[in-house]
């Protein structure tokens, strides 16, 4: 029956209430004019008395045939203007079941049979409330004639009262709620780690006023804000920040939403400190009474805001591509220096390409067999390859520098990231170099003297051109392995104080001064020759001491020999 149930209001219930008192006292005239001496009524009179009653009563006969019917009872039963008198009473209803017919026959024996509420079913499937009494008449021979039925719909009561108890449950429920709530919202006032504070709108949104601060803003301020409470903000703060404030408040109240605003301020230590407000409307009685502030402090996210900008700008200023994406190999960011160096358009272009579309196509299958792989493993790869322009397809040498920068919780590599460098003067450079030093070595490897750099710190040999070998006999990995000890071993032995002497013009000559020098020397076979050797300054040190020397060393064996002979 809930989905019959419709809202009745205080004044319909009274209504029904007062209907039920006059049924009774209907029921009572009709009892009493059947039992008392009084002259009966005549069938015309009864019939005005009942039709003008406000209950539904009709009047049966033995056969349950209609003698009467009020007004009511057509109304109650849809029975219109439909002529019922001396029809059957089942004819009319069909659809009275079994009970009733056993009911009205006891009333028909003498009983008198009534029900406070009962269930009604129509014909149409709709089913109604009833409360009735079905009653005995006799006739002047104490004969029972027939029965009176007194009968009211009372589904309007019952809704009325399953509604009014509805509503009692609800607003117990409301209540409840409404309690909870307020302790919700009073642990969300005290509990909270932001800032919450009230105002109350003044003449129609001009000024304002404090009204409230909750536990985590008085906290979080760096002044005292008790002293605000019951002031306005022309009272409790400087003229000009007032302003700033009220026309904030009133930005609110004119677009009728929620807005924020960040601010910065310094605070004690005298560093930055940023909050962000967001000012909410309170409703009552149907208007805007009140503005809700809450604040947080952003100053984490503002920091980290502006290291990311920083990070970012470190990038895009970045002279070397810089640049990242997913690991199946879709790039997702390249710096403008990475764009510029391969010829990509804008950030757009990028989702149509694959990190393969870099690289030369002989390199690609090296990408995916070796460099990849490696990433995954390892982390890193490092190394130099080649990148291709996309438009004029010119071949770019880079260091390439390819790594992991995120991975997943099981330690599966989710995104890479790369810094390229373009290497293009590098390689040029060594390219040069190498042309020169090529064109100094034929030089140097042209010359019949021997040619070398001698390193006084390390106290080795770091150059010598080929006549080394042709006239000493040494290769060049034998100099090598000697290492340090190089000018000992081969020296002999009554020069060597002459040598050390020698190297000692070394530690206060200047660029430009040269000394030479006569010593023997062993060769690879063991034999000893002589050299005339010229040494000078070729490099220092940070500190400025010589740290190596460039010299020319001259066979004299042949003359030295001659001499030895002319002075025998």
């Not at 020098?517 to 034999?527: K, T």
């Amino acid at each position: 029956m809930a989905h019959h149930l419709i809202t009745v209001d205080k004044n319909t219930y009274e209504s029904l209430q007062q209907e039920l008192i006059e049924i009774r006292q209907v029921v009572a005239r009709l009892e009493q004019a059947q039992s008392s001496t009084i002259p009966k009524y005549s069938q015309e009179q009864m019939g005005l008395l009942i039709d003008n009653t406000p209950a539904a009563i009709a009047i049966f006969d033995r056969q349950m045939h209609y003698l009467l019917a009020s007004r009511r009872w057509r109304e109650d039963y849809n029975l219109g203007d439909r002529n019922i008198i001396g029809c059957s009473h089942y004819d009319i209803f069909p659809e009275i079941s079994s009970d009733w017919r056993e009911i009205h026959q006891r009333c028909l024996a003498g009983a008198v049979e009534k029900s406070q509420e009962e269930t009604f079913l129509r014909a149409n499937g709709t089913i109604d409330w009833i409360k009735w009494e079905i009653n005995p008449w006799y006739e002047d021979s104490g004969e029972i004639g027939g029965i009176i039925i007194f009968t009211q719909v009372i589904t309007a009561l019952k809704q009325a009262e399953a509604e009014l108890k509805r509503l009692n449950s609800d607003r117990k429920q409301t209540e409840q709620k409404l309690q909870e709530q307020a302790q919700f919202l009073q642990s969300i006032w005290k509990g909270v780690d932001y800032g919450i504070y009230v105002l109350d709108i003044l003449d129609d949104g001009a000024e304002f006023r404090f009204v409230k601060f909750n536990p985590a803003i008085l906290s979080m301020s760096p002044v005292p804000l008790e002293p605000f409470l019951g002031k306005t903000i022309a009272e409790a703060l400087a003229a000009d920040m007032a302003h700033q404030y009220r026309q904030r408040y009133k930005k609110c109240i004119k677009l009728g939403k929620s807005i924020f605003f960040e601010e910065s301020f310094w605070a004690n230590d005298k560093e930055t400190c940023w909050l962000l407000n967001i000012m909410l409307l309170l409703h009552s009685a149907s208007r805007i009474s009140q503005l809700m502030v809450t604040v947080t402090d952003i100053t984490e996210r503002k920091q980290a805001e502006q290291e990311r900008q920083t990070f970012v700008s470190l990038i895009e200023n970045s002279s070397d591509f810089i640049g990242f994406g997913n690991i199946n190999g879709q790039p997702i960011f390249v710096n403008e220096a990475g764009r510029k160096l391969v010829g990509i358009e804008n950030l757009e272009t990028l989702e149509n390409i694959s990190i393969l579309d870099f690289f030369l196509p002989k390199d690609r299958e090296d990408l995916q067999q070796r460099i990849l792989p490696s990433v995954i493993e390892r982390g890193l790869w490092q190394g130099e390859h080649c990148f291709r322009h996309f438009e004029t397809e010119e071949v770019i040498p880079v260091d390439y520098n390819m790594f992991v920068i995120k991975r997943t919780e099981t330690g599966e590599p989710l995104y890479m990231a790369t810094i390229t460098r373009d290497i293009r003067e590098r390689k040029q450079a060594e390219e040069a170099l190498k042309a020169s030093q090529h064109f100094i070595q034929r030089i140097t490897d042209s010359s019949p003297n021997i040619l070398y750099i001698f390193d006084l710190e390390e106290q080795r040999n770091v150059y010598a051109n080929h006549e080394i070998a042709k006239i000493l006999g040494y290769s060049h990995e034998a100099i090598q392995r000697m290492g340090t000890q190089i000018l000992l071993k081969i020296t002999h032995p009554d020069d060597w104080e002459k040598v050390v002497i020698h190297l000692q013009n070394f530690l206060i000559a200047k660029d430009g001064d040269i000394f030479d020098l006569e010593f023997r020397v062993r060769q690879a076979n063991g034999e000893w020759r002589w050299l005339y050797s010229r040494e000078t300054p070729f490099n220092r040190a940070e500190d400025g001491k010589i740290k190596q020397i460039l010299g020319v060393s001259t066979d004299i064996t042949e003359r030295k020999q001659a001499e030895i002979q002319l002075q025998q």
